[in-house]
């Protein structure tokens, strides 16, 4: 009844996309093995898409679609912002914005046996990474990275937590450094971790951490921590939580602008 | 052959459409969609884990929640929560997200006014355009949300008018002089969905 058009992925690659579009067509392609990431599904012979965004490809062969949502799909070694929930015998129950709720087992810390297991109460703030992701079963964090070292995760303590989309998450977490994270971190000094899921912690740097010049340091789980002479109050939390959520649609020249702007402002 | 209408539109012409995404703050997916006067607020959370008692724990479990623009919840809104729960399993992937809830909250902003019928013909007052209104505003939030869905839904009103011909998209005042009205929902393009109402 309808006709098929011959779909070629050249067509829709980089433009947005709704559910339903037909991106691929199987049948032309021969002998090919394609990986889908988010977004897409197989229907019989053709890849159609399943969230609006914007299609991307990858060489050789990686096709997902991109885009933005206030809720997170769990998926394996992301480093995420969890809440405690509730603690049972052998895991913590740890909400990350995810359809289901996440399991962090008493025992995945540096060194963490039967005698030290950590207490935390309900409401604490964690940096976690994600270890499996399986859908319709629970996922499981960790607090230690893939060789067992504590590497920045754990407790998030002081500070302040606000929720924002996963693509901003993206957009902060992306190298090269993030134009509003850049412009910041060369006035102010703050701590700062971002979870793929959409949540950002940021917490102010005691005054004794004085260094001449800006440096940016990268560790390997992600978290930022920039630093600067001017000593740091619990007022520039406030400035870059609230830098952070402006800079969301703005280009990389306008959220210099933007922080520019504000930080004279308060001086 | 051209038929007139009071506003001056051709019998395929829709009322001026506009609609916004995001509108919400707090909730997870949200779209405002407004057709001439009609207008109407979706709002979706979710999804969230766990379903309800009777629902199957294999699928996701999607909830319907109709607000209207004032008085009681009665009847009406159940019929329209039914109907709006059956289009959104039915555009839905349902294999993925199992045991979660997803709950889409339908806010009617206005409803251009009431059409009321006799009254022992009829027990209430309803305004045909506006459930075609709510499944395109449940839709936009659904894919503002991150819903997996298999394709969107678009929904169009249509009656017949005094002349004999079929008109699109009617307002208030025509609907009041037509003898039978439809409204159709397009998810699939191999099946169309429909919703008669006679009077």
Same mark, same amino acid.
């Given at each position: 009844m309808e006709t098929k058009a011959s779909v070629s992925p050249a067509t829709f690659?980089?433009?947005?996309?709704?559910? +339903? &579009?037909?991106? @691929? &067509?199987?049948?032309?392609?021969?002998? /090919?093995?394609?990986?889908?990431? +988010? +977004?897409?599904? /197989? &229907?019989?012979?053709?890849?159609?898409? *399943?969230?609006?965004?914007?299609?991307?490809?990858?060489?050789p062969n990686k096709y997902w679609v991109e885009s933005s949502h206030k809720r997170y799909v769990p998926s394996v070694e992301d480093n995420v912002l969890g809440i405690v929930v509730d603690s049972k015998a052998d895991n913590f129950l740890v &909400?990350?914005?995810?359809?289901?709720?996440?399991?962090? $087992?008493? @025992?995945?810390?540096? +060194?963490?046996?039967?005698?030290?297991? $950590?207490?935390?109460?309900?409401?604490? @703030?964690?940096?976690?990474?994600?270890?499996?992701?399986? $859908?319709? *079963?629970?996922?499981?964090?960790?607090?230690?990275?893939?060789?067992?070292?504590?590497?920045?995760?754990g407790l998030l303590k002081d500070g302040y937590m606000f929720e924002t989309s996963t693509g901003l998450s993206r957009m902060l977490l992306s190298s090269p450094t993030c134009p509003v994270l850049e412009a910041l971190g060369k006035q102010l000094s703050f701590e700062i971790a971002v979870g793929l899921n959409g949540r950002v912690w940021v917490c102010f740097l005691m005054p004794f951490l004085e260094l001449i010049g800006y440096w940016v340091v990268l560790f390997s789980s992600c978290s930022v921590t920039c630093s600067m002479v001017n000593a740091a109050s619990p007022s520039t939390v406030v400035v870059v939580s609230n830098a952070i959520m402006n800079s969301e649609y703005l280009s990389g020249v306008q959220q210099q602008i933007m922080v520019e702007k504000l930080l004279q402002r308060i001086k | 052959m051209e038929i007139d209408r009071a506003d001056g539109r051709t019998a395929n012409q829709l009322r001026p459409l506009s609609w916004s995404r995001?509108?919400?703050?707090?909730?997870?997916?949200?779209? !405002? #969609?407004?057709?001439?006067?009609?207008? %109407?607020?979706?709002?979706?959370?979710?999804?969230? =884990?766990g379903t309800k008692k009777n629902e199957n724990p294999e699928k996701p479990c999607f909830e319907v929640i109709w607000k209207p623009k004032s008085g009681q919840i009665g009847k009406l809104e159940k019929e329209y929560e039914m109907i709006l729960k059956r289009t959104v399993q039915s555009i839905c992937i349902l294999t993925v997200n199992q045991n979660t809830t997803t709950s889409i909250i339908i806010q009617v902003v206005h409803d251009d006014g009431a059409v009321s019928f006799d009254d022992y013909v009829f027990q209430y007052s309803v305004f045909i355009s506006l459930l075609p209104c709510a499944i395109n505003a449940a839709c936009a939030a659904l894919v503002d949300a991150g819903i997996p869905m298999k394709h969107? =839904? %678009? =929904?169009?009103?249509?009656?017949?008018?005094? !002349?004999?011909? %079929?008109?699109?998209?009617?307002?208030?005042?025509?609907?009041? %002089?037509?003898?039978? !009205?439809?409204?159709?929902?397009? =998810?699939?393009?191999?099946?169309?969905?429909?919703?008669? #109402?006679?009077?």
């Open positions: 690659l980089d433009k947005i996309v709704v559910p +339903g &579009d037909v991106v @691929l &067509d199987l049948s032309s392609l021969t002998n /090919q093995t394609i990986k889908l990431g +988010g +977004g897409l599904r /197989q &229907d019989c012979d053709s890849i159609s898409v *399943m969230k609006a965004g914007k299609l991307k490809f990858s060489k &909400d990350i914005k995810g359809p289901a709720i996440a399991f962090l $087992p008493v @025992l995945a810390f540096e +060194g963490g046996t039967r005698r030290n297991i $950590p207490k935390f109460e309900v409401g604490s @703030l964690l940096y976690v990474r994600v270890v499996k992701a399986n $859908p319709g *079963m629970n996922p499981e964090l960790s607090c230690t990275d893939a060789s067992g070292k504590a590497a920045e995760f | 995001n509108t919400l703050h707090r909730a997870h997916g949200s779209a !405002s #969609w407004s057709q001439g006067d009609t207008k %109407v607020l979706a709002a979706v959370y979710g999804p969230k =884990a969107l =839904a %678009v =929904a169009i009103c249509c009656c017949l008018a005094e !002349s004999g011909y %079929v008109i699109l998209d009617p307002t208030k005042l025509e609907e009041q %002089v037509t003898l039978i !009205s439809s409204q159709y929902l397009f =998810a699939d393009l191999s099946e169309i969905t429909g919703i008669i #109402w006679l009077e």
